[in-house]
């Protein structure tokens, strides 16, 4: 009992991880892998039959939830938040304080030339 | 204004235009609105050639920051409760008031099993909940409502200065009905003095209406307190629990709370769905601000949209279930942001009192750096709606001038919200942007110089040009 219990256990922990990797949506990601995480460990140490089948049960149909929540997000999914851009193309640090918020002036101000090596680097990476 | 005369920028649409604002007969004000997608261009036009694709890709903004002026922030839904709303947006899409087939009967078992989780979470009685558009619209029913049911007899109501919008509008409104109303000060840390409290009632007092905690700068009422003193003086009490709902324990029991407003969206539910909590031992009675069909209990006619009460009783339900796990979580990333950007920024102000507070909602004034550069200049991170380029008042917060912060405190000051969903990483990334833009700034700014230079700002004569 406690032998397949134990495998059961892991292996539905593996899935639900698996299946949070999945969201397109940052904050839901992230979220469900750290309280996976730890409701798993928290919970670890009970010993009670009946209730580490209730929790099993809980875990189940929360695994239904995001397998069903990961499709929903896949087909709305937008564009991604600019912490999950690896940090050498996240908005540069401005050297020249100027330099910030020279996407706000008007069109016709001729471009700053530290801009155009920027758009360089970023056609790499596309 | 707005095209320019070289090649065309990608896309090709107006990127801005300039809106004028009347203030009042002599006074507008010219205010550039700046489209969303042409800020979220990190290119300069111009700087690409019109045949290759734009190369940066668009970067949302995360939402942990926002400029004051209310809750601006939107949380994001809990997928668990999307999850739990869509068989009522698809195929169970009954009426809940239809009492004569099977579709009305699941929506109403529904909607009951809703009124039953809003109930549990503030250990209320089902019967006891109002299903609402929102905590405006709860805020307006419970303060119009108990105000005109009771005014033959009662016409005083007590409330605070730095209470939400609707409720202080709602006050306003019932002043031209002939009420007067008392708007309590609060002392210099955002907490209501109890001491003036008791003060301000009056024979002819039906209600007392201060909010749980505050939205701006994320104190925490003593709510204990005053619903035993409103008790003591068979006075109704209402309070605006919007902020405070599945984030800290309430009990509407304990707390001796009378009337209570909740909203959906601020515990990670659905938008355009609220509650009223409405007591019915001793019972509070109401004037209704809705007529129709006596739903809810004649307080509020009108269908009760399911999916949205659904979404609603999972979202509370939720937060039940995490809300010890989401505020010890919080509390430490609210803990690292703080210390994070004090030790490393001097002359950081936090508006509100330290100990008694959500630490969920954190305020933060710059001295000696202007506001609203700060906001631009931390974009990424920003809520766009809430910039000050968009926003037609310059006006800081009234909240703020509640508390008694100077002027320039007031205009440099923001507001930090972290929840369910705010990772670390969003955290260190806000902080490190927050202190760089902080010392730029700075660095630019004359008064900081002279406070370098150990002159007092205040000894300052300045001189009219």
């Known amino acids: 009992m406690a032998a397949s219990s134990r495998a059961q256990v892991l292996r539905l922990y593996r899935a639900l991880l698996r299946e949070s990797q999945r969201f397109s949506c940052y904050g839901y990601r992230t979220y469900a892998i750290r309280r996976i995480k730890d409701a798993f460990r928290e919970n670890k140490n009970i010993t009670d039959s009946e209730k580490i089948e209730e929790l099993l049960n809980k875990a189940k149909a929360n695994l239904q939830v995001i397998q069903r929540q990961v499709t929903i997000g896949e087909m709305y999914a937008t564009e991604k938040l600019v912490i999950e851009y690896p940090i050498d193309i996240q908005p540069r640090k401005a050297s020249n304080p100027e330099t910030t918020l020279a996407h706000l002036q008007h069109p016709t101000v001729p471009p700053r030339t530290e801009t155009a090596p920027r758009t360089e680097t970023a056609h790499a990476h596309v | 204004h707005g095209t320019s005369t070289g090649p065309k920028p990608i896309p090709s649409q107006p990127h801005s235009m300039t809106i004028s604002l009347w203030l009042s007969p002599c006074h ?247 509650a009223l909590y409405v007591r019915r031992r001793p019972r509070v009675r109401l004037e209704p601000l809705q007529s129709g069909g006596g739903q809810e209990r004649g307080l509020r006619s009108g269908t009760v949209p399911t999916p949205l009460a659904v979404g609603l009783g999972a979202a509370c339900e939720v937060a039940q279930q995490e809300m010890e796990y989401d505020h010890k979580r919080i509390s430490q990333l609210a803990e690292r942001l703080v210390t994070k950007i004090m030790s490393e920024v001097p002359d950081v102000v936090m508006n509100g009192d330290q100990k008694h507070r959500y630490p969920g909602c954190i305020n933060l004034s710059f001295a000696y750096v202007e506001g609203e550069s700060l906001l631009m200049a931390l974009k990424d991170v920003a809520l766009s709606s809430g910039s000050a380029c968009t926003s037609a008042s310059l006006e800081p917060s009234y909240v703020l001038r509640a508390i008694g912060t100077d002027e320039d405190l007031a205009h440099s000051s923001i507001r930090f919200g972290i929840g369910r969903f705010t990772t670390e990483e969003e955290v260190d990334y806000t902080v490190q942007k927050c202190i760089q833009h902080v010392k730029r700034l700075r660095e630019m700014s004359p008064l900081w110089e002279m406070v370098q230079d150990g002159i007092d700002l205040k000894s300052i004569k300045w001189t009219q040009h």
């Open chain 2, 28 to 274: 507008h004000l010219s205010v550039e609105a700046i489209s969303l997608a042409y800020l979220r261009q990190e290119n300069v036009p111009n700087s690409a050639p019109a045949a290759m694709p734009t190369a940066k890709p668009i970067m949302k903004p995360i939402f942990i920051l926002s400029k004051q002026l209310g809750w601006v922030v939107c949380v994001p839904q809990d997928p668990r409760v999307l999850d739990s709303m869509l068989p009522y947006l698809t195929a169970y899409y009954g009426n809940p008031h239809s009492r004569t087939h099977a579709y009305g009967w699941e929506s109403e078992a529904a909607m009951e099993k809703a009124r039953r989780q809003v109930a549990d979470l503030i250990g209320a009685d089902s019967r006891e909940i109002i299903f609402t558009s929102g905590a405006t619209e709860s805020n307006n029913m419970a303060i119009k409502g108990v105000a005109r049911f009771y005014k033959s007899r009662k016409k005083h109501i007590i409330t605070t200065q730095t209470e939400h919008k609707c409720v202080l509008d709602s006050c306003r409104s019932l002043e031209t009905e002939g009420f007067h109303i008392t708007y309590l000060p609060v002392k210099k840390n955002g907490l209501v003095d109890l001491k003036e409290l008791e003060a301000a009632f009056q024979p002819d007092t039906s209600l007392v209406s201060v909010m749980t905690v505050n939205n701006e700068i994320g104190v925490k009422q003593p709510i204990h307190d005053i619903g035993e003193i409103c008790r003591a003086r068979n006075v109704f009490f209402h309070t605006d629990a919007a902020q405070a709902i599945g984030k800290i324990p309430m009990d509407v029991n304990n707390m001796k709370i009378d009337l209570m407003s909740i909203s959906g969206h601020k515990i990670y539910g659905p938008k355009g769905v609220g």
